[in-house]
């Protein structure tokens, strides 16, 4: 059965569960859930296919379940692991310091000529509907979500790089 993972934008320990989305993806149907590190991970099996549908259908869950939705980005587990063994960081000189983060779009993204750089952020390339973006975590306070927002919208999640690669090793 295809395994899948669900990122949820603006989970935090302070305002959702983990058990709570556990709960909440197994009374869906789904299952083998597991969640990965506080932040809205949820790994997951379904015979279901079709992402766009599956993320409707989990929103509709949450709303009903929980009175409010947290906006779902989902991935296919093989994905995410090609994405993993790829390493769409490894072309580019990035600073030891730097933070790699991966941002999951609805669709995939229109032409943006990469790599940008901003400040200390740098947008470095696109693949489908992700993006993978460097900071250097000394900046205060970190303005690569105000770059990424204005450059793909609102309507993203992102995760750093050592989640992503955590999510595909699960």
Known sequence: MPRYVAFLRGVSPQNARMEDLKKIFE???FTNVI????????VFN???TD???LEAYIETTMRQQLGHVFPVFVRSLKALQAMAHADPYGAFPIPPQAKRVVTFLRAPVDTVALPLLAGK?????????EVFTVYDPA???????RLLEKKFGKNITTRTWHTVQ???AT
């Not at 900046?139 to 979500?145: A, G, L, N």
């Open 27 to 29: 009374s869906a149907g």
């Open 35 to 42: 969640t990965v590190i506080s932040s809205g991970n949820v």
């Open 46 to 48: 379904t015979r279901r």
């Open 51 to 53: 992402l766009a549908r």
């Open 121 to 129: 952020v740098w947008i470095l390339s696109t693949c489908g509907c």
């Open 139 to 145: 900046e205060q306070p970190p303005s690569f979500m």
């Open 166 to 168: 955590k999510c595909a």
